[in-house]
């Protein structure tokens, strides 16, 4: 399922974690996010505190509103000898 929302730390931690795990390049889940959407940073400030920088939130906006793909799933028991065949070079 596509987040709709993201909440990111301040900007110095910010750009370590898009740069590791949370990365595209790394297997992240910003790497599928952002192909399927379009993050808008949305203002936010800390109560009493505008001035302190607290990090920020992101809204996903789709890139289309396409459906989703629908799956089928069956089940089928096989011996421990069964190949579907030779493997492909």
């Given at each position: 399922?596509?987040?709709?929302?993201?909440?990111?730390?301040?900007?110095?931690?910010?750009?370590?974690?898009?740069?590791?795990?949370?990365?595209?390049?790394?297997?992240?889940?910003?790497?599928?996010?952002?192909?399927?959407?379009?993050?808008?940073?949305?203002?936010?400030?800390?109560?009493?505190?505008?001035?302190?920088?607290?990090?920020?939130?992101?809204?996903?906006?789709?890139?289309?509103a396409?459906?989703?793909?629908?799956?089928?799933?069956?089940?089928?028991?096989?011996s421990?000898?069964?190949?579907?065949?030779?493997?492909a070079?």
């Open positions: 399922q596509q987040p709709t929302w993201r909440i990111q730390p301040e900007r110095d931690l910010a750009v370590a974690a898009t740069t590791t795990w949370e990365g595209g390049s790394a297997g992240g889940p910003l790497g599928w996010a952002l192909l399927l959407a379009k993050p808008d940073t949305v203002a936010t400030y800390l109560d009493g505190d505008w001035g302190r920088e607290w990090g920020a939130l992101e809204r996903y906006e789709p890139y289309t396409a459906e989703p793909a629908t799956t089928t799933l069956h089940t089928v028991t096989r421990g000898l069964w190949t579907p065949g030779p493997l070079h």
